[in-house]
């Protein structure tokens, strides 16, 4: 079965901190893709990353980050020098060939709050 | 860039009615999405469709039915309304069929009240 597990479910940090978020994917597929979306206060789910499973390599975005590590079945998000707008629900994805229409399964989410 | 959009921001319906939640995309995507979004359980598929008038199960089907008589547009239809279907609901697109790896886009999002 696929899966994907946020384990933390709200996360309170000041500003300027350094924050990262879980995510741990079950899947019996050797081919798939990890993403994370940010759901602002909007409402509107913003796509942040693409990752597929052959590519471990980690990537950096400006002040986000995110750790990818196939032996844990693990793909960790971080944010650096946290700030107010980074408030919002973050979710994490995942894709496999066998899933009908292929469509995301998505974790719980994780609420993070910066205050200043 | 690429456009979903909802018909409505916030819905207050009630019990026995029927609703229908619009969704259109602009950019000629096949597959196309309904989820429901519930504080505690993230995002769940209702269906899915990946071509004009086909439509799939996704995984709480219950109580719901859609229609994509054209490409762009995709309805989530809730034949009798109940104040369990009180949920956010998300309407998502996104290109190729049998592909893995484009990313989907979504909407607003939809705030339906049953009362």
């Known amino acids: 079965a696929q899966k994907v597990t946020q384990a933390q479910t709200e996360i309170s940090v000041v500003e300027k901190e350094d924050v990262t978020l879980d995510c741990v994917y079950e899947t019996r597929d050797t081919t798939y893709y990890l993403f994370w979306y940010k759901q602002p206060p909007s409402g509107e789910l913003v796509f942040l990353i693409r990752r597929n499973s052959f590519d471990e390599q980690n990537e950096i975005s400006g002040r986000y980050s995110w750790n990818f590590q196939k032996s844990t079945s693990s793909f960790n998000f971080t944010i650096t020098a946290s700030q107010v707008v980074d408030s919002a629900v973050y979710f994490c994805?995942?894709?496999?060939?066998?899933?009908?229409?292929?469509?995301?399964?998505f974790g719980k989410g994780t609420t993070l709050s910066v205050s200043s | 860039d690429v456009k979903v959009t909802q018909s409505s921001r916030y819905l207050v319906k009630r019990t026995g009615e029927k609703v229908f939640l619009e969704c259109v995309q602009d950019m000629d995507h096949e597959n196309m999405f309904w989820y429901r979004q519930d504080p505690g359980l993230g995002l769940r598929l209702i269906y899915f469709s990946y071509d004009v008038k086909m439509k799939e199960k996704g995984d709480i089907p219950e109580g719901y039915s859609v229609s994509r008589e054209k490409k762009e547009r995709f309805s989530l239809i809730l034949e009798s309304a109940s104040t369990n279907q009180t949920s956010m609901y998300l309407c998502?697109?996104?290109?190729?069929?049998?592909?893995?790896?484009?990313?989907?886009?979504f909407g607003q999002g939809t705030r339906l009240t049953v009362v």
């Open positions: 998502a697109s996104r290109s190729g069929r049998f592909t893995m790896n484009t990313e989907a886009f």
């Open positions: 994805a995942l894709r496999g060939p066998n899933q009908a229409g292929t469509a995301l399964i």
